[in-house]
């Protein structure tokens, strides 16, 4: 955990863009395939509580003293979506899995995080949030069943699971709670 305390301000600043973008690709989808009523509703209410997630990041750091930033990308996120299928209906099932796979990151972080950050304050705020990411990773993989048959789409979550262990185990320079 050196290089994550070491870098903590940085790594806030990351979780919030994290947050921000989580709506932001919740909000897509919701555009993208207006006509799946159950996936709008949820869709809507992820975008919400992303937000919020964000706006409560928004305060931590506010805080903490520390401003909030521009940051360079992460070659994490890139290197995911480079993966979405092109052709639908395998392109709704790749940016649901997707979103999901990430969710599932964050969740696992979050529990790293509450359980060995020094920090009391910061441990409860990740552990605060470790439950909603992993619903949402729930709510991602479920959505996917409205594109593909419920075996297709477990194969693709396991052939996207590997290319993502891949892609984390490439590494990256950036602390960044993806890395
Ligand atoms: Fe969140
Ligand atoms: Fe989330």
Known sequence: MTRVSANIDELLIDHAHCEKKAAGVAMNLMFAYVDHTDLVRAMGDIVQEELSHFRLVLDLL???G???RKLPPSQYGARLHAMIDKQEPTRAVDRLLVAA??????????GLLRDH???AELAKFFGDLFESEARHHSTYVRLATEFAH???VKARLAELAIAESAIIAQGEDLVRLHS
């Not at 796979?101 to 979050?110: D, K, T």
């Open 62 to 64: 506010d805080r903490r």
């Open 101 to 110: 796979l990430i969710e599932a990151r964050s969740c696992e972080r979050f």
């Open 117 to 119: 950050l020094p920090d």
């Open 66 to 68: 520390i401003r909030f």
């Open 150 to 152: 419920e075996d297709k």
